[in-house]
């Protein structure tokens, strides 16, 4: 630790008020609960910034067996990019900027900490954009949705980001600095949801798109059977949409008591469908939308200036937080063809324990939408709020039903990892973990096996326990 304080100066920091802060991410964990089973407070952050910088600090690490946890945007809520081992957290928000832009190759070259709008912001004005991004995009960093999932607004029409990645510059958990392609070994796609786990990616070369023009619809539908087959027909149609977003009535309804949505869409599930591209691609969509859902009563077309105004919110769906104090729920790796199904299964749940759920989503391939399945309640009430932790398995164990998985794994959802991969891909993993980090330094206690505490069969059981007082007592952590 006296090594790093010398060799970065302000730039590392031990002071316990200022590691508390990266003793959290965006989930409201109370520490009553994680401090008796994790080492959650690392022993000192270090912010470098370049991969030199990066190397030094793994060498260090790997000497000793230091833990070392990758931190970028911490937009994520699995405690992905929290220590559960103390150790050295390494906040990667210093290594940022656009290093290149290739126009004839149609890629551009970035450091791992920059965020995606930042980036958009940079290739806008050159008449360049991003082929896809996260909705959380103004927080969250290249480097963090490579190392998680990787789909968003914009994947449905250009895949996965590993599809659009064609090189990465990764530090091993030795110092080892590498490039790694699609053929070198090992091959990028390794650090692909890796979560951090087998070393720190410092540079990415990614693909782009040319700025084209834009055309946004938003329907409204009574019920979601009729919302599933207006979904089909845009995601069938021959020209694909960049972004589908749905949400059901029940966010409808809270965005609208919070002054967000039109009034109208309150008793209703909407579709935002946007697209891209050349006029004469954006007129024929106009005329396909017309000509699907124009003469349908029982379907709401709003004036573009609304949908277009969702659009704009897009990064903003979290407002609902604002109904809050906190909320908790789970985001399900659903089929696209089981969602009314799943919708319907929330329904009875939301009724059978007085929660209000609250849904909402994106399509983000033609057979997948990852969706976001929320309810408020309030950490500070803490006997409450664990019964409410209950709930977050109940809505899993629907979208489990219903062929849908958790869509990412951290900590939280270690106990899923059955579900979420097959044994044998598992198994691969732990392979590839143990190849490239035999010492476990690199974000130990996650992705790969369950803690303790939360092995599938004892977490099923506890929180079967914690359900059924909930449904008996009728306490929820909001009240
Ligand atoms: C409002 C909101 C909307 C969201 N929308 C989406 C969405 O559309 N799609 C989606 O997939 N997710 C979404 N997320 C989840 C999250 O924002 C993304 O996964 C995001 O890409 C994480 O980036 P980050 O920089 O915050 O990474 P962090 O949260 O800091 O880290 C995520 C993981 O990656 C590791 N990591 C981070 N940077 C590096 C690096 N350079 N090298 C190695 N490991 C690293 C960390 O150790 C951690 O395990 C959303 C979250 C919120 C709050």
């Given at each position: 630790m006296e090594k790093l304080k010398q060799q970065f100066g302000v730039r590392a920091t031990d002071s316990l008020f200022e590691?508390?802060?990266?003793?959290?991410?965006?989930?409201?964990?109370p520490s009553l609960l994680v401090d008796p089973l994790?080492?959650?407070?690392?022993?000192?952050?270090?912010?470098?910034?370049?991969?030199?910088e990066t190397a030094g600090i793994l060498k260090t690490a790997f000497a000793d067996n230091i833990p070392i946890t990758p931190r970028a945007g911490a937009s994520t809520v699995y405690f992905n990019s929290v220590p559960v081992k103390g150790g050295i957290v390494i906040d990667l928000n210093l290594i940022a900027g656009i290093e290149d832009i290739d126009e004839a190759a149609m890629t551009v070259t970035v450091r791992a900490g920059t965020t995606w709008l930042e980036l958009e912001k940079y290739l806008n004005p050159l008449g360049f954009a991003l082929k896809s991004f996260p909705s959380s995009a103004p927080a969250a960093s290249i480097g963090g949705w490579f190392s998680m999932m990787g789909y968003g607004i914009g994947s449905i029409k250009y895949g996965s980001l590993l599809s659009q990645v064609q090189s990465i510059e990764v530090i091993l958990p030795t110092g080892e600095c590498r490039w790694l392609t699609n053929d070198t070994k090992p091959p990028l796609a390794w650090f692909a949801a890796s979560e951090g786990t087998l070393g720190i990616?410092?540079?990415?070369?990614?693909?782009?798109?040319?700025?084209?023009?834009?055309?946004?619809?938003?329907?409204?539908?009574?019920?979601?059977?009729?919302?599933?087959?207006?979904?089909?027909?845009?995601i069938n149609a021959p020209v694909v949409p960049y972004n589908l977003?749905?949400?059901?009535?029940?966010?409808?309804?809270?965005?609208?008591?919070?002054?967000?949505?039109?009034?109208?869409?309150?008793?209703?599930?909407?579709?935002?469908?946007?697209?891209?591209?050349?006029?004469?691609?954006?007129?024929?969509?106009?005329?396909?939308?017309?000509?699907?859902?124009?003469?349908?009563?029982?379907?709401?077309?709003?004036?573009?200036?609304?949908?277009?105004?969702?659009?704009?919110?897009?990064?903003?769906?979290?407002?609902?937080?604002?109904?809050?104090?906190?909320?908790l729920g789970g985001e399900i790796w659903l089929p696209v063809k089981t969602l009314p199904g799943y919708l319907a299964d929330i329904k009875k749940?939301?009724?059978?324990?007085?929660?209000?759920?609250?849904?909402?989503?994106?399509?983000?391939?033609?057979?997948?939408?990852?969706?976001?399945?929320?309810?408020?309640?309030?950490?500070?009430?803490i006997g409450s709020y664990i019964l409410d932790l209950a709930m977050v398995k109940k809505i899993h164990d629907v979208g489990y039903r219903h062929g849908g998985w958790p869509y990412g794994v951290g900590l939280w959802n270690t106990p899923y990892l059955g579900r979420i991969f097959t044994l044998p891909y598992?198994?691969?993993?732990?392979?590839?973990?143990?190849?490239?980090?035999?010492?476990?330094?690199?974000?130990?206690?996650?992705l790969y096996r369950a803690p303790f505490f939360l092995n599938p069969v004892s977490f099923a059981v506890g929180m079967g326990t914690l359900a059924a007082v909930r449904r008996i007592t009728g306490r929820s952590g909001r009240r």
């Open positions: 590691c508390g802060f990266y003793s959290r991410d965006m989930a409201p964990v994790f080492n959650t407070r690392p022993d000192i952050v270090v912010r470098p910034v370049d991969a030199v990616i410092t540079r990415l070369t990614l693909e782009i798109r040319r700025l084209s023009s834009m055309k946004h619809f938003l329907l409204a539908f009574t019920d979601v059977g009729e919302m599933r087959r207006a979904l089909e027909s845009i977003h749905f949400a059901d009535k029940r966010y409808a309804l809270a965005m609208q008591s919070l002054g967000f949505s039109p009034s109208d869409t309150a008793s209703s599930c909407t579709l935002g469908i946007d697209y891209e591209g050349s006029r004469a691609e954006l007129d024929i969509v106009q005329n396909m939308i017309i000509r699907l859902f124009g003469d349908d009563r029982t379907i709401r077309l709003f004036p573009e200036e609304e949908a277009r105004r969702e659009w704009t919110g897009k990064f903003n769906a979290l407002r609902l937080k604002r109904g809050g104090p906190s909320v749940k939301a009724d059978c324990y007085g929660l209000d759920l609250i849904s909402y989503g994106h399509v983000v391939t033609r057979e997948r939408a990852a969706v976001m399945t929320l309810f408020y309640t309030n950490e500070t009430r598992l198994n691969e993993l732990r392979l590839r973990k143990q190849m490239l980090d035999g010492r476990g330094i690199m974000n130990p206690g996650k």
